[in-house]
């Protein structure tokens, strides 16, 4: 199955377990990745110049060595060698005598010189470069030729920092490179995931609102995504079980009733026709044809609720069927004074089962007389809905009576679930809104409840 649902919404991706999860991997290994340069730059600057001052005192060594064979005429020689040799020479001389005097190297004679630890030196010069004078600093040793005189060997170290620095922004590039990758990634792959995971869970909606018989579709799912379905899967086997052995149970307990209850009521009528006292049997005979409603509207909620949905049907006109319903309770509705009107401007044509369509709305509008005061009102009203809406037909039956509480507005679809207020005043078993709710899902529609200021007011979606 290919995947065509929308892209999801911004808001919903960063703030998901996915997302989150890999950013908080990303920072993670951003912070190791820091530590990481941090270590590799201070061993670089570290080794870089350490290799410097090596240099710096094997060159001095060089100078010893020259001096212990030549003097001091074989050192200003080497200097000046070393000095011609290239037009950027490695390193930078200073030889003096003991009053200070300058006698070879191309260093300042009197530099100001910074002092570090274990004799070495640190100062900054001024050097052409590219007709500019630019400031260079200068790592020194100064050393003791014979008694008599002195001379430093000094070596530039930019060209040490700017390799350093190049290593420092090459792997700070590094880090944010990963930061910003790491984020498209993660920010990819939860939308990816999410995409996954709301197509179950629209594909789940769908079989528990309507087709429970199928499963969740798992084959060209990968991963934990794959698990999930198949545990899901697993899991709607199992209340389907569950929900055939309850129904099985119940379907058992009403027909097995329902057989000798009707033969009893049978009995009954043929009593009360032969005997005296005939009138005295009639309210058992109605306590009979109660139990007979129970058990049939039981049986009939359990078939609907099967899992079967309607598959063709006939055209049937909601503004015909509407109004057969109304004409049939409108006396019973005129002898309590409760103004009965109906409103459907035009016609309403659906496909449905046109008897199941009836005793859908003539359950709800007889709840509607029963629980509306004298002198009450009802309204009955059709209304066409525009496309994208629950469903193509909206009806909406309000009365005026005590209404629903909002926290009991689920249960009363409950089979034999009754508001506690209304057990004592009105008859009933608790079935009419169940029947038609199951009644409702059968033609793929749905049946709300919400305030009629006063009342309730039923409202039906079919499509």
Known sequence: MTDRSPVMPLREVLGSITFLYIAKYVAMLSAAVFLFQGAIYAYFSYTSFRQLSDSIVDELDTLKIIYSGQSLGGVEQYILDQLASSSVHRFSYLVTDGEGNKLAGDLPPVPSYREFDDGWLGFEMALQEWGEA?????????????????????????????????VFRTLFRAMIATLILGIIGGFFSASYTLRRVGRLNRELSRIVASAPDERLSAEEERGYVRQLALVMNGILDQMESLMQGVRRVSDNIAHDLRTPLTRMRNQLSQLRDHSPQGAALDSVIEDCDELLSSFNALLRISTLESGSRLKGGAEVDLRTLLGDVVELYEPLA???????????????????EADLLFQMFTNLLDNAVKYTPQDGRISVSLEQLPAGE?????????DSGPGIPAGERENVFRRFYRVESSRGEQPGHGLGLSLAQAIAQYHHGSLELEDNNPGLQVRVYLP
């Open 134 to 166: 630019v400031d260079v600093d200068f790592l020194a040793r100064p050393i003791q030729l014979g008694d008599s005189y002195r001379a430093i060997v000094a070596r530039d170290y930019d060209d040490v920092v700017e390799r350093a620095q190049l």
């Open 334 to 352: 005129q002898d309590r004074g409760i103004v009965l009107d109906l409103d459907v401007p035009g016609p309403g044509q659906c496909r449905g």
């Open 390 to 398: 629950q469903g193509r037909h909206l009806v909406v039956i309000g």
